[in-house]
């Protein structure tokens, strides 16, 4: 059984995905589907700070908080950098994220 | 610098540490005087030239961080495989071809510098390889490397000889760190050196037909090392990234032989030179940058400073200053024409350098708020993979340097410092510093 995520790109355009696989980053979701802002370019780790998105507030308690070496790779963006912020190839889909929506920081 | 005198020199429009602009006419990037000291010509270029047809070297020189991105993110218009295949061994290319068929195993083009999705296809077995929560782990390892490569400067000073920071330490400890990581016993220094020097120099558009022999022997001498150790791994399997490459499955079925060689010679040679280039860069500008060396003291026990100092520094001195693109089709450019199969040079030192992106670029200023947009590791799919550990190393030397040594200065007058004749890397290719023992 898949879930459903919506990425709400910096030019206000919604994407919704029905039915995406767990166990893969939200970041492979975003990327393989063209979500404009999302371009993972270190191909999820956590190196690059190109999948950059902020959590909305209803799914910040069920993504959770980045770890030490998320938030040294966000700091690197600080100017973009909010309390939600969240690199997206760090959060890996699971049952508990079905319907996540998430708001794409604008690029670098 | 304090605060207020940044944003009072960015009210008068003008910063402490400029270049200075230069003249273009009739200068070409491979000018002795401007690979030395590159960052007038780049700002030139960016503000006369942005997209600059450099005739010496047949290419289009593209200096704008805004282009470079451009060019970075649309790799199927301005292609690798392409760039790549027309500039290797250039002018020779036949010959070298067979040399490396007849005494070194095979030709093997670089699968890593294909176009998507044929590059996506290997990417998806390296990005793995190098993530930041498994350099990590490898943090304690890489100390204990640097203090012994301490250690070794110390007592080499202690007997009174002259201590090379690139040669005694930068190299050595780049090659012993990925040594380690592919899980090849210790290498000699001066056989990995002269080895990637033969792989760079393909790509570097300088060698002369007895140079490009020498350089074809090396890399055949390298493959066959390579072939060897992925054979013995082919009938033992063992816990190293070599292994993981003879027995890696891309999505649609197995990696092929050469290709995996080609990977293997990929990870020995683009980690080496950069990164000791970055080490050779921090200690030089430890050497000579009284205020940045002040800097990092400040720094060394906040891993958050350290970790943007280190940033900071592959801005301001970016190892790789240049690497080759080819056009596909006709396209614009920041205004610019350019024809199909164009060749395209894209400076990210000069993209680093940009005084549209970062406030007086000049300034080692740690406090930046978009470190992260610098693209010394390059931007969109062919990003480095190594980032992580290059940042680990370059992290750990500048945080044990600082502990251990002090007073770090040139034993040779600034002028005498010369880079490798490469216009890829910017290499330090020797030096002698003195310093005083802390610990
Ligand atoms: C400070 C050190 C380093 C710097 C400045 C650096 C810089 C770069 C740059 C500029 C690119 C090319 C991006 C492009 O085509 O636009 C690149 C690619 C690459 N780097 Fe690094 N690098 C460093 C360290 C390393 C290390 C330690 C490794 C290996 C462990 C490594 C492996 C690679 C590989 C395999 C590629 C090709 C990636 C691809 O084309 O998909 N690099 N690097
Ligand atoms: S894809 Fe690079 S940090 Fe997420």
Same mark, same amino acid.
């Given at each position: 059984m898949g879930v459903k995520v919506t990425f709400v790109q910096a030019d206000g355009v919604e994407k919704t995905f029905d039915d995406v696989a767990t166990g893969q980053s939200l970041m492979e979701v975003g990327r393989f589907n063209n979500v404009e802002g999302i371009m993972g370019d270190c191909g999820g780790s956590c190196a690059c700070a190109t999948c950059h998105v902020y959590v909305t507030p209803e799914w910040q308690a069920a993504v959770g908080p980045a770890d030490d070496i998320e938030v040294a790779t966000l700091d690197m963006v600080s100017d973009l950098f909010k309390s939600n912020s969240r690199l997206c190839c760090q959060i890996q889909l699971r049952e508990e994220l079905n319907g996540i929506r998430v708001v794409v920081a604008p690029s670098l | 610098m304090e605060a207020g005198q940044v944003e009072a020199a960015q009210k008068t429009g003008k910063c402490p540490m400029g270049h200075g602009s230069a003249s273009l006419a009739g200068v070409s990037m491979t000018d002795p005087q401007v690979m030395a000291a590159p960052g007038p010509f780049y700002q030139a270029l960016r503000k006369d030239s942005p997209v600059h047809y450099d005739a010496?070297?047949?290419?289009?020189?593209?200096?704008?961080?805004?282009?470079i991105v451009t060019v970075l993110r649309d790799p199927l218009t301005y292609s690798d495989k392409h760039g790549y295949a027309a500039q290797y061994a250039s002018g020779f290319f036949e010959e070298f071809k067979q040399i490396l068929e007849r005494d070194g195993g095979g030709f093997f083009p670089d699968v890593i510098k294909d176009d998507p999705p044929a590059h996506t296809r290997v990417r998806r077995l390296m990005d793995k390889a190098f993530t930041a929560h498994r350099v990590a782990t490898l943090e304690p390892q890489i100390t204990a490397l640097v203090n012994k490569l301490i250690d070794q400067l110390v007592a080499k000073a202690g007997d009174g000889q002259v201590v090379d920071g690139v040669n005694d330490f930068a190299i050595p400890l780049t090659i012993a760190v990925i040594c380690e990581q592919l899980g090849f016993?210790?290498?000699?220094?001066?056989?990995?050196? +002269?080895?990637?020097? @033969?792989?760079? !120099? *393909?790509?570097?558009?300088?060698?002369?037909?007895?140079?490009?022999?020498a350089n074809a022997a090396q890399i055949c001498?390298?493959?066959?090392?390579?072939? +060897?150790?992925?054979? @013995?791994?082919? !009938? *033992?399997?063992?816990?190293?990234?070599v292994s993981d490459l003879v027995h890696a499955q891309t999505e649609d079925g197995k990696l092929e032989f050469g290709e995996a060689v080609s990977l293997v010679r990929a990870m020995i040679i683009a980690g080496n030179d950069t990164t000791a280039s970055a080490i050779g860069n921090l200690i030089y500008v430890l050497?000579?940058?009284p205020e940045v060396a002040k800097t990092l003291q400040e720094s060394v026990d906040d891993d958050r400073l350290l970790n943007r100092f280190v940033e900071e520094l592959l801005r301001i001195e970016p190892p790789v200053r240049a690497l080759a693109k080819m056009t596909t089709k006709e396209v614009e450019l920041g205004g610019q024409k350019l024809p199909e199969h164009a060749h395209v040079m894209v400076l990210y030192a000069s993209g680093n350098d940009d005084e549209t992106q970062f406030e007086c670029p000049r300034n080692f200023d740690l406090n930046r708020t978009n470190l992260g947009k610098h693209v010394a590791f390059g931007v969109g799919v062919h990003r480095c993979i190594g980032a992580s550990l290059s940042r680990m190393e370059i992290k750990v030397v500048a945080r044990e340097v600082v502990r251990r040594l002090g007073d770090i200065k040139l034993a040779i007058p600034v002028d005498q410092i010369t880079y490798a004749p490469t216009v890829a890397v910017r290499t330090i290719e020797r030096l002698p510093i003195t310093f005083t023992r802390r610990g």
């Amino acid at each position: 059984m898949g879930v459903k995520v919506t990425f709400v790109q910096a030019d206000g355009v919604e994407k919704t995905f029905d039915d995406v696989a767990t166990g893969q980053s939200l970041m492979e979701v975003g990327r393989f589907n063209n979500v404009e802002g999302i371009m993972g370019d270190c191909g999820g780790s956590c190196a690059c700070a190109t999948c950059h998105v902020y959590v909305t507030p209803e799914w910040q308690a069920a993504v959770g908080p980045a770890d030490d070496i998320e938030v040294a790779t966000l700091d690197m963006v600080s100017d973009l950098f909010k309390s939600n912020s969240r690199l997206c190839c760090q959060i890996q889909l699971r049952e508990e994220l079905n319907g996540i929506r998430v708001v794409v920081a604008p690029s670098l | 610098m304090e605060a207020g005198q940044v944003e009072a020199a960015q009210k008068t429009g003008k910063c402490p540490m400029g270049h200075g602009s230069a003249s273009l006419a009739g200068v070409s990037m491979t000018d002795p005087q401007v690979m030395a000291a590159p960052g007038p010509f780049y700002q030139a270029l960016r503000k006369d030239s942005p997209v600059h047809y450099d005739a010496k070297l047949n290419m289009w020189l593209v200096s704008r961080y805004d282009d470079i991105v451009t060019v970075l993110r649309d790799p199927l218009t301005y292609s690798d495989k392409h760039g790549y295949a027309a500039q290797y061994a250039s002018g020779f290319f036949e010959e070298f071809k067979q040399i490396l068929e007849r005494d070194g195993g095979g030709f093997f083009p670089d699968v890593i510098k294909d176009d998507p999705p044929a590059h996506t296809r290997v990417r998806r077995l390296m990005d793995k390889a190098f993530t930041a929560h498994r350099v990590a782990t490898l943090e304690p390892q890489i100390t204990a490397l640097v203090n012994k490569l301490i250690d070794q400067l110390v007592a080499k000073a202690g007997d009174g000889q002259v201590v090379d920071g690139v040669n005694d330490f930068a190299i050595p400890l780049t090659i012993a760190v990925i040594c380690e990581q592919l899980g090849f016993g210790q290498l000699s220094a001066d056989k990995v050196k +002269a080895w990637s020097q @033969a792989v760079t !120099a *393909q790509i570097g558009r300088m060698q002369n037909r007895e140079q490009m022999l020498a350089n074809a022997a090396q890399i055949c001498d390298l493959q066959n090392f390579i072939i +060897a150790e992925m054979r @013995a791994r082919e !009938a *033992q399997p063992r816990e190293d990234m070599v292994s993981d490459l003879v027995h890696a499955q891309t999505e649609d079925g197995k990696l092929e032989f050469g290709e995996a060689v080609s990977l293997v010679r990929a990870m020995i040679i683009a980690g080496n030179d950069t990164t000791a280039s970055a080490i050779g860069n921090l200690i030089y500008v430890l050497a000579t940058q009284p205020e940045v060396a002040k800097t990092l003291q400040e720094s060394v026990d906040d891993d958050r400073l350290l970790n943007r100092f280190v940033e900071e520094l592959l801005r301001i001195e970016p190892p790789v200053r240049a690497l080759a693109k080819m056009t596909t089709k006709e396209v614009e450019l920041g205004g610019q024409k350019l024809p199909e199969h164009a060749h395209v040079m894209v400076l990210y030192a000069s993209g680093n350098d940009d005084e549209t992106q970062f406030e007086c670029p000049r300034n080692f200023d740690l406090n930046r708020t978009n470190l992260g947009k610098h693209v010394a590791f390059g931007v969109g799919v062919h990003r480095c993979i190594g980032a992580s550990l290059s940042r680990m190393e370059i992290k750990v030397v500048a945080r044990e340097v600082v502990r251990r040594l002090g007073d770090i200065k040139l034993a040779i007058p600034v002028d005498q410092i010369t880079y490798a004749p490469t216009v890829a890397v910017r290499t330090i290719e020797r030096l002698p510093i003195t310093f005083t023992r802390r610990g």
